[in-house]
């Protein structure tokens, strides 16, 4: 069975020092009832939920609640060490970011999208030519950038940026099946690969639920990184 099973996301990912703790105390409790068993973790699988304060258009300050991937979790938690021992003013690039957590830059800047998106998170240009973005905390006077297109891409790709942690794994899985049908099929129309997906993907833990149309700008998605 372990053919119709999508490769497990393997990537590696340094957590948040805080997180780890967590992951590590349930590793040491898990391994005292369960000796001799011990956990092995995917650090890139799963979800998280948070609650965070989110500054509102209005001006106030309201706790809202996340459901994102473990990577997304580790990025926001970055933005909490203002003021610790890591001397950091709440301010990072995406190559700081990709140093902390063991992540390609490019991947950096694409998950943070989503923090931007929530207006969590802002994007502040450097002043000189060649200067690094950075990104900080957002605040009531930082409604204006929510709008502006320059920050990141408004195009089809959105729709990737724009998913919750569980979407992104989900056409994550889907990917995978739509390579080997491909490759094992060679070129097949648009309603064929859904029709094909909505059987297949059935018995898997991500089932499958889009449109022709999400598949399409998907696919579309895809080629492009080709």
């Not at 948040?16 to 973790?41: F, G």
Request: aromatic share 10%.
């Amino acid at each position: 069975s372990h053919i119709f099973w999508p490769p497990l996301q393997k990537e590696e990912l340094k957590n948040h020092p805080r997180i780890q703790a967590h992951l590590d105390e349930y590793s040491m409790e898990y391994a005292k009832y369960k000796n001799p068993r011990r956990l092995v973790w995917f650090p890139q699988l799963g979800e998280v939920e948070l609650e965070l304060e989110v500054m509102e258009h209005d001006g106030e300050i309201a706790t809202k609640e996340f459901t994102c991937s473990p990577l997304h979790a580790t990025l926001i938690s970055h933005f909490d060490d203002s003021g610790s021992e890591s001397d950091k003013d709440g301010c990072w690039t995406a190559r700081e970011l990709a140093n902390e957590t063991g992540v390609a830059e490019d991947v950096i800047r694409k998950k943070m999208g989503y923090w931007v998106n929530h207006n969590v998170i802002k994007i502040v240009r450097g002043a000189g030519a060649g200067s690094e973005m950075t990104y900080e905390l957002a605040s009531y006077h930082d409604e204006a950038n929510s709008n502006d297109d320059d920050f990141y891409d408004n195009d089809d790709d959105g729709i990737i940026v724009s998913l919750s942690g569980q979407e992104e794994e989900e056409w994550e899985a889907y990917e995978s099946y739509v390579v080997g049908m491909l490759s094992n099929l060679g070129q097949l129309p648009l309603d064929r690969i859904h029709n094909m997906l909505k059987v297949v993907v059935t018995g898997s833990e991500h089932k499958y639920n889009k449109t022709p149309q999400q598949l399409s700008i998907f696919l579309g998605r895809l080629c492009k990184d080709e």
